[in-house]
């Protein structure tokens, strides 16, 4: 079974997929053998650990040289974060979306807003067309990638965030979208609004109101994400970590 076999399977069963969100190739082989079933790049962790803000600017040849090298130390799927694809139009997207596919991932989140400042909505009809124009391109060129499709009205606050992003999720389903990710989505019944809207499976990340994983599996939610938090909290503890040391002046704090 490939990689991709794998990882739409985990989306399809009992259990919601809890996914281990990586930031360079030794974080993905400690998630990996925590016992991660499936491993991806948050996208915010990896800029952020290279030096980068998020949004795109991250070099997209480093991101395929640092999604390759992580592929090749792991026995689990992995996924890519592309945000908007980085290029405006479906041609540089298809290339972009090709290196990965050769790098090896078996899945890519692609988002439905434009990376700012201020990060843009793109008009659903717009992004749909965009969404087919993958799913085509895949298909006539036998290449198999898990499409989740992110769609970022909870993200930004709309006050229509849950009719917009119902309207959406039936327009990507409609597009060839494998599973749907909902970011900052908390409310126990937008979730369960939301997972009844679609066949596919829904992602949710982790946010401080995100119900617990027991609640999430009984609103029927499929994949789990931890975005950059844990990138987030190594980083703050080595803050700690290393003021500890100049105000203790020893060793101890790390030995």
Known sequence: MSYYETFARLHRSPNPLLLGNCWDVDSAKILAEAGYKAIGFS????AASLGYEDGEQL?????????KRTVGVLNV???????GGYSRTIDGILANIDRLH????????LEDTIPGPPRQVQPADDFKKILSAVANHLSRNNRQLFLNIRTDGFLLDMPTALPETLTRIRAYENAGADGIFVPCITDRQDIATVVTATALPINVMCMPALPD??????????RISMGPFLFSKVHDHTGQLAKG?????NFSSII
Do not use: C, Q, W, Y
């Open 77 to 83: 799927p992995f996924t890519v974060d592309m945000e």
């Open 213 to 222: 994983f027991d609640t999430l599996e009984l609103l029927g939610v499929k």
């Open 43 to 46: 996208s915010h962790a990896l």
């Open 59 to 67: 070099p997209f040849d480093l991101l395929v040289r640092m999604a």
């Open 102 to 109: 050769d790098a090896g991932v078996a899945g890519i989140n």
């Open 245 to 249: 040391i100049l105000t203790e002046k």
